[in-house]
């Protein structure tokens, strides 16, 4: 019973290493040489496709980006939003609990702070109707957050499919209201609220905030930080963390796990409130459905490139904001629609991505054929 | 058929992984037709790393590997299987919802196997060959581990393996089913297959194989007869030094009533009552030791003492503290509110990774699982800790890079210290321990077992859920044996025979006749 040894073929030229002990400094490297081999392949598809100067248009980008004091600001303010959004899912993510309703829950938090504004605005001290503002914004996202919370906890529902839907349902709620608010009868258009007034307004006097982005920026900023702390110091995120990698061990420890699930998710929802809020109350001072312009769902993505640490996020949603300003330049620069920005912005993301690989293995060549005994 | 070429032969194999962690150094050495061979080697020796590698998990780094004196290169499962190599891993590679010969058919050409009536033909025929007990017909998730593993060893057979090797096969089986696959390897070895089998139980390695070959730290040391070699030998092989291999039992001092369970009943997910009736007493400064079959209620006894378990109506789990005579009960409190009442409970679970540990979380963070509330309001003291991290890595030699190294990284016998070490630190008054030594090689084994004793002499009252009777035998003062969910005898550790409470395990009958005389 001789078997015929089958032949295999020669040793593959190359095999993959894990790597364990990456110095720091050796993976940001690694990660910048992605970067920038992303924006030479970059180059390569602009020439073929279009023609045009790679340089011209990565100048164009930058200058669409932060060429004038306005447009920093702007690029600021577009930071802090997809930020606060991204610290909202955060917690959330890190429990393994998948948020992907932000949207709905930032849409939430502006139609609270917008009812407050309309309902309020002109029979209420402007004071009052602030305060209302923020409490009312901050409850209606935690109410939309926690809603799918409860049902996981108790019932052990999937939460991606309830949080999504509830987006829709937050989306219908505020199409309904900007008829019913609407300025011109029937319009659907709510234009500036309280623009004599400013009553519900959240700002600083224009002499200290030319643009109006700074105390959104301040207020974003305080956050990451106390998120920043929250999770890698305190007991909640501790408990977050154990809830996240193993629901059995969290019990084990005694952990009441519904309570955290419930208590995450209105902390997740109450941020997207005051991302809402913020949106509405501080920048837009009117609201649409497409307020939250889809950083319910960017926000995703900034959180998972940063690995889930909040200041990393800063550097993950300032690339997105940045890529998304310098789009819109070259598409009315030069002429090419936005979809051309977006595959740009997609090969930047997937060299980003792709890099994680090169930091976690290493790929070894084939060494020289070793004499057989 | 050339008997002076070896079935395989591997010569100067080394793997890697980064750059400090060496799995594999030089190894060489050879398996001939028609033997079974005993892989030996403690915890993080490479013997599993070794296997892959002929299995086509992974890639040797250098040196090279023969079948049947031709040089080989496999690269993946498939060139292993095409090579008459197949593996039988110590986690089951099967689809749940899969009849026994679907999943012998999955990843195989329909054109060479045929319809599956054919494939349930020739599963039978592999049956009646070698002597096994199969229904083609059978879902996955209706078979116990032992129909399960005898699956993959049908599978790998049928893909025409004439090369088998064996993770630990007899880790996951009770005395009786390791019989049985026993002589199951040993017709196949009659046929003219070659086997390899890892495992660390040296009584086994004696009783099946025809040479044992151990692994040091990823070195060869070498092989011998197995009918040259005894325990102690092979044991000293594979640590490097003399070991001593009695368990010892000290004497109980101040035995005083711990834990008084009374007709304790609960029920498993499915409704079925796990545990029935159960009653006995724990007491302080002994080691008392609990045998079963696997799944015979050990897991929630444990559980339900450590308020994981919901008990059912009538049962009643009364605690008393060290020189009180105040009881408080148990049942009806979960984890956080036994710990509030001052109940120093301490538990190292069956599922090491699952439940007692977190795999992803380094030493340190592992640590703050039972301490994590002490600290401050709103954020949690992580000095203490972390203090405690590097105490029990110097203390119980904990091999990891740091104590940030996420768990799951680490060997088992060391990820089980770390849960040992953690459980013990906090001077729980009760230690219950579900199958401590599984997997961990001798000298670990022995580490534990020294703990538990050490535990013992302070007058913390040792539940010990064992599987090994040798060392249930050596180890516990008494024994209380669990038989489909029922308590079927106490018996005194220093008197009780091993057929003793085997007989007790599998037979309820002989539990009432022992009761009654």
Partial sequence: ?373 | MDNKTPAISMRNITKAFGSKVVANKNVSMDIERGEILALLGENGSGKTTLMNMLSGIYRQDSGQIFVDGTEVHITCPKDAYELGIGMIHQHFKLVDVLTATENVALGMQKKTTGPNREIAKAITEICDKYGFDIDPKMKVYNMTVSQKQTLEIVKTLYRGANILILDEPTAVLTPQETEKLFAVLRNMKADGKSIIIITHKLNEVLAISDRVSILRKGEYIGTVQTSEATVQSLTEMMVGQKVELDIERPDIENKELRLSIENLTCLDRYGVKALDDVSFDVYGGEILGIAGISGSGQKQLLEAIAGLQKAESGSSIKYYAPGEKKESQLVGKNVSEIKRMGVALSFVPEDRLGMGLVGAMGMADNMMLRSYQKGGVIFTDRKTPRNLATKIKDDLEVVTPNISTPVRKLSGGNVQKVLVGREIASDPTVLMAAYAVRGLDINTSYTIYHLLNEQKKKGTAVIYVGEDLDVLIALCDRIAILCGGKLNGVVDGRTATKEEVGLLMTNIEAGRKEAEA
């Fill in chain 1, 1 to 373: 019973m001789s078997t015929k040894v089958k032949e295999t073929g020669r040793e593959p030229l190359f095999h993959i290493v894990r790597r364990t002990d990456l110095p720091f400094w050796k993976s940001w490297l690694i990660r910048i040489a992605a970067v920038v081999a992303s924006l030479l392949i970059c180059a390569v598809i602009i020439v073929l496709v279009t023609g045009d100067n790679p340089i011209q248009i990565y100048a164009t980008m930058i200058k669409g980006a932060v060429g004038s004091p306005r447009r920093i600001w702007a690029l600021l303010q577009g930071v802090a939003m997809l930020l606060c959004v991204a610290l909202a899912v955060t917690p959330a993510f890190k429990m393994r609990f998948w948020n992907i309703g932000a949207e709905g829950q930032v849409l939430m938090g502006g139609m609270g702070a917008a009812a407050c504004m309309i309902l309020f605005g002109k029979t209420l001290p402007a004071p009052v109707v602030l305060l209302l503002v923020i409490v009312v914004s901050i409850l209606a996202g935690a109410l939309w957050g926690v809603i799918p919370a409860f049902f996981k906890a108790f019932w052990n529902t999937n939460e991606t499919l309830f949080t999504l839907m509830m987006n829709y349902i937050a989306i219908q709620i505020v199409s309904y209201f900007t008829y019913i608010w609407s300025s011109n009868k029937g319009n659907n258009v709510i234009n500036t609220i309280n623009a004599d007034t400013h009553v519900g307004w959240l700002e600083l006097p224009a002499s200290i905030d030319k643009y109006g982005y700074l105390l959104n920026i301040i207020i974003v900023a305080v956050l990451t930080v106390a998120m920043y702390f929250y999770l890698k110091y305190s007991k909640q995120g501790y408990e977050i963390s154990v809830v996240g990698e193993s629901e059995n061990t969290a019990k084990y420890a005694g952990i009441n796990v519904k309570k955290v699930i419930i208590r995450t998710m209105l902390i997740s929802g109450a941020l997207c409130g005051i991302a809402g809020m913020l949106l509405v109350s501080g920048t837009d001072h009117t609201i649409t459905p497409n307020t939250a312009a889809g950083r319910g769902f960017t926000a995703i993505m900034v959180s998972w490139l940063a690995k889930f640490n909040p200041l990393f996020m800063v550097l993950t949603s300032l690339l997105l904001v940045f890529m998304e300003k310098g789009a819109l330049e070259i598409s009315t620069v030069f002429g090419l629609n936005d979809s051309f920005a977006a595959i740009i912005t997609g090969i930047i993301i997937f060299f980003i991505i792709g890099s994680e690989f090169f930091i976690n293995y290493s790929i070894k060549k084939r060494q020289k054929e070793v004499e057989a005994k």
